[in-house]
């Protein structure tokens, strides 16, 4: 255990060295969610009806933003050798990469969701849920985004490989995320779109250590 | 201890090394020669578990290093070409990771004595990155004094050092091999080292 958490204080001092990439993530995510409102108009219905989608893309495509270096730069200095050959399961060290990519691109949009969706002027309780959501969600997008990473690891132009690769495993939870805010807003309640984030989490926190890790050892293997 | 047993391996069509073969016992020491592109850091690689054997075996105790990773992990310490360093982590910051990492006692006071023992006194709370490359080196060769896993596998590990590191150096591996560690080192400059010396000469 004391390994995983070497390795999540690692990754956060890191961070804190280099702030931009952290920065930029939020800053991004800030600015898409500023346009919109100034895009569309002030027509408030309007503006509450896209609110939850817009949010959402905005805090997935911002935390897709650093998935391309979640694992190159421990590739490129050896690290990644490093942890591959420890006694420690790979899997609860790159579990360990993938919590300290969520608190650093995922917590940050999590806390600003319900101030960025004050500008859509939605209701106290679309803002909760809108929270709860993403809260829930977030993770869903690190932990999916963690196996994109790997699998195309070392991999030239693999950048835009990884959105072709991972936008579209995106789509499950952008869905009962924004789904959960509308239907907190149209009145029946957010409880089951909320509980399916739930247990894709769930899902996705129990196999996408494992398989991040099987692709890792692919990518030293050369 | 390590045995080889018919290992080879091919990159596309072109076949590197195949059917290399030795074992390694307590306090014995394997020089690993051969010339440029042969194949020796692949071997090294492969040995450690970062490949996959296309033929042949390594075994560890008798256990195959392939269903039996994590003993053999535990083990071993490899260091290759590329140091495992955080540019922007001191070289104590960076040893404790590492050494929890590994599973091994990454106590700042141990971290510390081997930092001063390779020569990088006063400098273990600077960033890596304005350390000058043989200071770097040294700062991943420290690792040979925290861990206490019996078998080292190195690579090149005297490249780029001056002579009283080399020396330094020498005396580490000496020690390990007195303690009836094991060792297996390419390098391309003569070795003088104590322990019964092996060495192997890898041909295309």
């Known amino acids: 255990m004391s ?10 001092v890191l961070a804190m060295r280099r702030k931009t990439e952290v920065i930029t993530a939020v800053f991004f995510f ?14 408030i219905n ?21 998935l391309g270096r979640l694992f190159a730069a421990d590739f490129a200095d050896g690290t ?12 609860v060290l790159v579990a360990a990469k993938i919590l300290a990519h969520w608190l650093l691109s995922g917590l940050p949009l999590v806390l600003l969701a319900p101030v960025l969706g004050l500008q859509f002027d939605l209701t106290e309780e679309a803002l909760w849920t809108l929270t709860i959501g993403l809260l829930l969600g977030t993770p869903i997008l690190s932990l999916i985004g963690a196996v994109g990473a790997a699998l195309t690891l070392g991999v030239r132009g693999g950048d835009v490989l990884l959105s072709l690769l991972i936008l579209p495993l995106y789509v499950p939870a952008l869905i009962f995320g924004a789904g959960a805010v509308q239907a907190q807003m149209s009145g029946l309640g957010a409880a ?15 196999f996408s250590p494992w398989v991040s890790a099987a692709s890792l050892r692919i990518a030293l293997e050369s | 201890m390590l045995t080889v047993s018919h290992l080879s391996l091919s990159r596309g069509h072109r076949r590197l090394f195949s059917d290399v073969s030795f074992s390694l016992m307590p306090g014995q020491w394997l020089h690993l020669e051969g010339d440029n592109g042969v194949g020796k850091t692949s071997l090294l ?35 290759g070409h590329q140091l495992a360093l955080k540019e922007d982590l001191s070289p104590l910051e960076n040893l404790r990771t590492d050494a929890l990492v590994a599973g091994r006692d990454g106590s700042v006071d141990r971290v510390m004595a081997a930092l001063g023992q390779m020569g990088l006194r006063g400098r273990e709370h600077l960033p890596v ?12 060769l420290a690792r040979l004094l925290i861990s206490r896993a019996p078998l080292w596998i190195l690579d090149e590990p005297f490249v780029a050092l001056d002579s009283p590191a080399q020396n330094a150096l020498s005396g580490v591996i000496n020690a390990h091999l007195n303690d009836a560690g094991m060792l297996l080192v390419t390098s391309h400059q003569p070795l003088s080292l104590q322990g019964q010396a092996l060495s192997y000469r890898l041909t295309a």
């Open chain 1, 3 to 12: 390994a995983f958490w070497a390795v999540v204080q690692r990754d956060l």
């Open chain 1, 30 to 43: 800030v600015v898409v969610a500023a346009l919109f409102p100034l895009g569309i108009g002030p027509e």
């Open chain 1, 46 to 66: 309007t503006l509450r009806l896209v609110a939850p989608g817009i949010l959402w893309v905005g805090a997935l495509l911002a935390s897709m933003l650093s």
């Open chain 1, 80 to 91: 990644l050798e490093q942890m591959a050959l420890s006694p420690n399961s790979l899997s």
């Open chain 1, 192 to 206: 089951a779109h909320l509980s399916i984030l739930a247990a894709m989490a769930l899902v996705a926190a129990v």
């Open chain 2, 45 to 79: 690689r492969l040995l450690c578990g970062l490949g996959v054997c296309e033929q042949g075996e390594v075994t560890w105790k008798n256990q195959s290093i392939v269903q039996e990773p994590e003993n053999f992990r535990a083990d071993l310490l490899y260091l």
């Open chain 2, 129 to 140: 990155r304005v350390l000058s490359q043989g200071q770097k080196r040294r700062t991943a």
